[in-house]
T-cell receptor, first 110, second 114 residues
Framework: DQQVKQNSPSLSVQEGRISILNCDYTNSMFDYFLWYKKYPAEGPTFLISISSIKDKNEDGRFTVFLNKSAKHLSLHIVPSQPGDSAVYFCAASAPGESTFGDGTTLTVKP | DSGVTQTPKHLITATGQRVTLRCSPR?????VYWYQQSLDQGLQFLIQYYNGEERAKGNILERFSAQQFPDLHSELNLSSLELGDSALYFCASSRGTGGYNEQFFGPGTRLTVL
């Protein structure tokens, strides 16, 4: 049973618009969540994180929202840029473990 | 550049063979993680070491084993290789042991089993 799910394998948006990537989790023990971005032929790189004591964390164009009751988090990118085109992984953490989703491929069209 | 190095970048071998993948963590990081990414799949956590000790185990096959050495570099050994073992293998490192530290990923080793 997959504990972290990214139900949209791909997302395409126009440059300048908002990109919203979603992630759902099932394990209520997860209390820290991270987003990673991955370009082809490279390893994932850390993007932004959020603790379960918060419901929002913002870093420049990137904002992560957490809805604990729904066990759902989302990553908002505003405005989207062509350089944001990549695979985005959601990860959920509990003490001693991290579980990754399968990723969403974001394509930002010029 | 994440500071995590992995060798080799590419590895082509035959079924039934054994290979060793190597990872050097970022300076100062004590945790090393191994992940497998098969074609169009997500990152499957295999195993974590912290300061030389096994810390967590994921979906790692019995044919696979790993260790972390006193200088903190790690090796992932894959034996009796099957076609389905063809994948990208990533190593990551972090400062601490828990899931609350961001992980820094290496560029990966692409393993092709023919």
């Amino acid at each position: 049973d997959q504990q972290v799910k990214q139900n949209s394998p791909s997302l395409s948006v126009q440059e300048g618009r908002i990109s919203i990537l979603n992630c759902d989790y099932t394990n209520s023990m997860f209390d820290y969540f991270l987003w990673y971005k991955k370009y082809p032929a490279e390893g994932p790189t850390f993007l932004i994180s959020i603790s379960s004591i918060k419901d929002k964390n913002e870093d420049g164009r990137f904002t992560v929202f957490l809805n604990k009751s729904a066990k759902h988090l989302s990553l908002h990118i505003v405005p989207s840029q062509p350089g944001d085109s990549a695979v985005y992984f959601c990860a959920a953490s509990a003490p001693g473990e991290s579980t990754f989703g399968d990723g969403t491929t974001l394509t930002v069209k010029p | 550049d994440s500071g995590v190095t992995q060798t080799p970048k590419h590895l082509i071998t035959a079924t039934g063979q054994r290979v060793t993948l190597r990872c050097s963590p970022r300076s100062g990081d004590l945790s090393v993680y191994w992940y497998q990414q098969s074609l169009d799949q997500g990152l499957q956590f295999l195993i974590q070491y912290y300061n030389g000790e096994e810390r967590a185990k994921g979906n790692i096959l019995e044919r696979f084993s790993a260790q972390q050495f006193p200088d903190l570099h790690s090796e992932l050994n894959l034996s009796s290789l099957e076609l389905g073992d063809s994948a990208l293998y990533f190593c990551a490192s972090s400062r601490g042991t828990g899931g609350y530290n961001e992980q820094f990923f290496g560029p990966g080793t692409r393993l092709t089993v023919l």
